[in-house]
């Protein structure tokens, strides 16, 4: 960690989340991020669905939703970046106050409502980044839309052009009746609607799907089901979580969605089953409560050929990409592992046992 990142952090910390996330950005926009080359670990190299990835710790969206700082974040050590969520048009989100840190849990809860410039500004500003890294964006639907299905391919047509994949979002809780999108039948019908979209790109990208942790087992097999017949490039599990067992933190009784630490377990057990339901057909990215070397090596040993986290660089600052590849690298040696790719799944049937509990337990 820098001498400004060790002082900053604490001062943050005191502020509203909200704007000492803005206050963020705006130091990464002048220049006073770190630089970590993302080539460092020769082992941690790795593709995902034909993306050529440098280490396969990425960064999710929310972080940079519109596009501001994606240069240095690119340069913080980050194997890709995702951007976003962006919708068609802009929107202001839900009133303030909409982000909580439960520092007891090491977590955070949002109810954001996919507040964003819009996808015309948003793909501006990806037109002028930086030709350099992975960049993703993340798909989202207006609160007010007749059409959200239609939404998500609208804005892919609008950004397509400047980004290397794209994710659809249809599980974030913060939107009313979202999620109902991940429906089977909803669901195939979007896709269509995606992928039709992609293929009229003169460069079509890979297409992700982002899922909710909070599916019933049925829903996550025919959800399963729908990724793979609909030619998606692989599913991003999982978004935050409406659960909130076990929380220490006195805001833990927000509404919104849970991410960070507690959201570990239960993302890394759906991961696993969706490795199952999937049969090594579709790559998978591991999201939720990753915070450390030994998080990061579960979920690739679950299954998960990539990663992204978010939550604890609010605890951790940018330090923590370096210091999660370092130990990663040193986790994948201890064990034998040639490369990255070789660990992914070797760990499932131990988060099998984990997701059947889970199950049991909500049945």
Do not use: C
């Amino acid at each position: 960690m820098t001498l400004g990142e060790r002082l900053a952090l604490p001062l943050l910390r005191r502020l509203d989340p909200e704007t000492a996330h803005g206050l963020a950005l705006r130091a990464l926009g002048a220049g006073l991020g770190q630089r970590a080359p993302a080539g460092r670990y020769p082992r941690l190299a790795t593709s995902l669905a034909g993306m050529a990835l440098a280490n396969p710790l990425g960064l999710a969206a929310g972080f940079d939703k519109n596009a501001t700082v994606v240069g240095p974040l690119v340069d913080a050590g980050f194997g890709f970046v995702e951007v976003g969520a962006a919708t068609p048009l802009p929107q202001p989100g839900s009133p303030r106050p909409r982000l909580f840190r439960l520092a007891e849990d090491r977590a955070a809860i949002n109810r954001f409502g996919f507040n964003n410039d819009g996808a015309e500004a948003i793909a501006a500003r990806l037109a002028r980044r930086p030709k350099r890294g992975i960049v993703g964006l993340n798909l989202g639907a207006n609160k007010t839309s007749t059409d959200r299905a239609a939404d998500f391919a609208r804005v892919l047509a609008s950004a397509g052009p400047h980004v290397d994949f794209a994710t659809v979002n249809v599980s974030s809780p913060n939107t009313e009746r979202l999620r109902d999108l991940q429906g089977a039948a909803a669901l195939a019908a979007l896709l269509d609607g995606v992928m039709a979209a992609n293929a009229r790109l003169a460069r079509p990208v890979p297409v992700f799907l982002k899922i909710a942790p909070d599916l019933a087992d049925p829903d996550l097999a025919d959800l399963a089901a729908v990724a793979l017949a609909s030619g998606i490039s692989g599913i991003i599990a999982t978004n935050t979580t409406l659960a909130r067992d076990g929380l220490a933190s006195r805001d833990a009784g927000e509404t919104g969605g849970l991410s960070g630490r507690p959201l570990f377990h239960r993302s890394t057990a759906v991961l696993a089953r969706l490795s199952e339901l999937t049969e090594g057909r579709l790559p998978l990215v591991g999201v939720g409560g990753i915070d450390s070397a030994e998080a990061a090596y579960a979920k690739l040993r679950a299954g998960a050929s990539a990663l992204q986290l978010y939550t604890a660089l609010v605890y951790g600052g940018l330090a923590l990409v370096p210091e999660i590849l370092a130990g990663l690298d040193a986790l994948l040696a201890r064990d034998g592992f040639a490369t990255v790719s070789d660990a992914v799944g070797s760990g499932r049937d131990d988060w099998l046992a984990a997701y059947a509990a889970l199950a049991s337990s909500a049945g």
